[in-house]
């Protein structure tokens, strides 16, 4: 009577509506599977998922159970655990995008059980929440008014469980794809790192005793770490659900706490994302709106190699790219920059950048990857226009007025700074080579021509 839950990306048995499912038919085997596709795809994130394994597994033991960890392409991998154990039915959660579920059903069906996908734990499920007209939001702010009228579901409990007579074999919690895909400094992100999803609660409850009216106006100051909950990358591996946060914080704005309100409309931007990926599974190759696919886009160059290195001659974007690299995270404000310096002044196709980010993070989502990136573009729904371009100097003196961040990640000795040092490859030749700056007026005006050019 054994079931299998697979793990996927919800790391955490708190308000895990597959684990629950799994738990009320029999004796559950709890199963990661360590894919090396993803691996080489997300590398960072990959190595986020693996540095919350322990935590999982140490959480499951005390319950009388165990994780069973098991590497190599998933519908093979699925259909050897059932052949394996003889299980009955294999739970999870529906992947992200929800595409990426076919044939699963089919490797399972062939092992000779079913499969049952159960959503995921976000605010609301998807296509619950719909214009007057019965249609899905394209823009945000209606998207969010309809969201904060809506019931949200109270977090489902741990559940009890059973062990199996008998346990398959697991590999090692490691993940030595994603070290070696990462090609670059593990420690040096591991020390950046809180993994587990008791660390994730304690980091949300930690954030609703200091969160104040000001949130909305910090959360723009890269240099202000404490301005935010941090909680991206614990959403991202699912160590913490989106619906546990809200009532947290519900429960928190109950007691008077102020800024909440604000976080749960920055929460509910994660939601909207889920909700266009969901309704344009490729949104991460093609533009929301179809005459962009035709704009001049440059394709891969050295200026685009050098954004990737943080050598732009830039330095917010260079702090940026450079924090990103290093330690797998990049505070949203330095993110709309950088992104808005690839996709305008060096007109370069935003899936270009879209990929390195896919590569580089931590809390890689490829929903809120995709709406963001198409944001920054202008060829998303509901976009930025694209003749709005950022000046990545102005907004330096705007949020970082006091240099704080920039020096952090670019004076030699700072603590960033060292950490870049330590993680970026010999070959980048990062400390030998100086970046002269760039000349920002000519790639703003080389942007607005071409979208002149392309409204004629
Ligand atoms: C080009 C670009 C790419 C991005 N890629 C990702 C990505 O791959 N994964 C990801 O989780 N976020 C992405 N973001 C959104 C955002 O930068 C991060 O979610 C943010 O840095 C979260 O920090 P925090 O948890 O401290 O935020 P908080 O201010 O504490 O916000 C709470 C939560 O709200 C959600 N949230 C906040 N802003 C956004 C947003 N703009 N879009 C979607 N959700 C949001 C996050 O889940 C976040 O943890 C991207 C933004 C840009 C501009």
């Given at each position: 009577m054994t079931v299998i839950c697979w793990f996927r990306r919800v790391l955490r048995l708190d308000d895990h509506p597959a684990l629950v499912a799994a738990a009320q038919e029999g004796p559950v085997i709890p199963l990661v599977i360590l894919d090396p596709l993803e691996?080489?795809?997300?590398?960072?994130?990959?190595?986020?998922?693996?540095?919350?394994?322990?935590?999982?597994?140490?959480?499951?033991?005390?319950?009388?159970?165990?994780?069973?960890?098991?590497?190599?392409?998933?519908?093979?991998?699925?259909?050897?655990?059932?052949?394996?154990?003889?299980?009955?039915?294999?739970?999870?959660?529906?992947?992200?995008?929800?595409?990426?579920?076919?044939?699963?059903?089919?490797?399972?069906?062939?092992?000779?059980?079913?499969?049952?996908?159960?959503?995921?734990?976000?605010?609301?499920?998807?296509?619950?929440?719909?214009?007057?007209?019965?249609?899905?939001?394209?823009?945000?702010?209606?998207?969010?008014?309809?969201?904060?009228?809506?019931?949200?579901?109270?977090?489902?409990?741990?559940?009890?469980?059973?062990?199996?007579?008998?346990?398959?074999?697991?590999?090692?919690?490691?993940?030595?794809?994603?070290?070696?895909?990462?090609?670059?400094?593990?420690?040096?992100?591991?020390?950046?790192?809180?993994?587990?999803?008791?660390?994730?609660?304690?980091?949300?409850?930690?954030?609703?005793?200091?969160?104040?009216?000001?949130?909305?106006?910090?959360?723009?100051?890269?240099?202000?770490?404490?301005?935010?909950?941090?909680?991206?990358?614990?959403?991202?591996?699912?160590?913490?659900?989106?619906?546990?946060?809200?009532?947290?914080?519900?429960?928190?704005?109950?007691?008077?706490?102020?800024?909440?309100?604000?976080?749960?409309?920055?929460?509910?931007w994660r939601d909207f994302a889920r909700e266009l990926f969901d309704a344009m599974p490729d949104m991460d190759r093609t533009c929301w709106r179809p005459e962009w696919n035709d704009f001049s886009w440059r394709g891969d160059s050295d200026e685009a190699q050098a954004w990737r290195q943080g050598r732009t001659g830039v330095a917010m974007v260079d702090a940026g790219m450079r924090e990103m690299f290093a330690i797998g995270r990049m505070h949203n404000r330095l993110r709309m920059i950088a992104a808005s310096y690839l996709v305008k002044h060096l007109m370069t196709d935003w899936r270009i950048g879209l990929d390195w980010f896919a590569c580089c993070l931590t809390d890689w989502d490829a929903a809120s990857n995709a709406m963001n990136w198409q944001w920054v573009a202008g060829c998303g729904p509901d976009a930025s226009p694209f003749f709005r371009v950022f000046n990545p100097d102005t907004q330096a003196a705007k949020f970082d007025g006091a240099r704080r961040y920039r020096d952090t990640w670019l004076v030699a000795g700072g603590a960033g700074a060292r950490d870049f040092a330590a993680a970026a490859p010999l070959s980048w030749g990062v400390d030998a080579r100086p970046v002269p700056p760039a000349d920002l007026d000519r790639g703003r005006q080389r942007a607005l021509d071409a979208y002149a050019a392309f409204r004629r």
């Open positions: 691996a080489r795809a997300n590398p960072a994130s990959a190595q986020r998922q693996a540095m919350a394994l322990p935590d999982l597994d140490a959480s499951l033991r005390r319950l009388g159970s165990r994780l069973i960890v098991r590497r190599g392409d998933p519908g093979a991998v699925l259909a050897q655990v059932v052949r394996d154990t003889g299980a009955r039915a294999v739970h999870t959660t529906q992947g992200m995008p929800f595409a990426s579920d076919d044939g699963l059903d089919r490797a399972v069906e062939q092992a000779g059980t079913r499969l049952h996908l159960h959503p995921p734990a976000d605010l609301v499920p998807r296509g619950s929440v719909l214009t007057g007209s019965g249609t899905r939001f394209k823009v945000f702010t209606p998207f969010w008014r309809a969201l904060r009228k809506s019931h949200i579901a109270d977090p489902l409990p741990v559940p009890r469980l059973s062990a199996p007579d008998a346990w398959p074999n697991s590999d090692g919690l490691d993940w030595p794809e994603a070290r070696a895909a990462m090609n670059r400094g593990w420690d040096v992100m591991a020390r950046h790192v809180r993994a587990g999803e008791s660390a994730a609660h304690d980091r949300l409850d930690a954030f609703l005793e200091r969160v104040d009216a000001r949130y909305a106006e910090r959360r723009d100051i890269p240099a202000d770490g404490d301005a935010t909950s941090g909680l991206s990358d614990a959403l991202a591996v699912g160590e913490i659900s989106a619906r546990r946060l809200w009532h947290k914080a519900m429960n928190a704005q109950h007691h008077g706490r102020g800024g909440v309100e604000d976080l749960l409309r920055e929460l509910a």
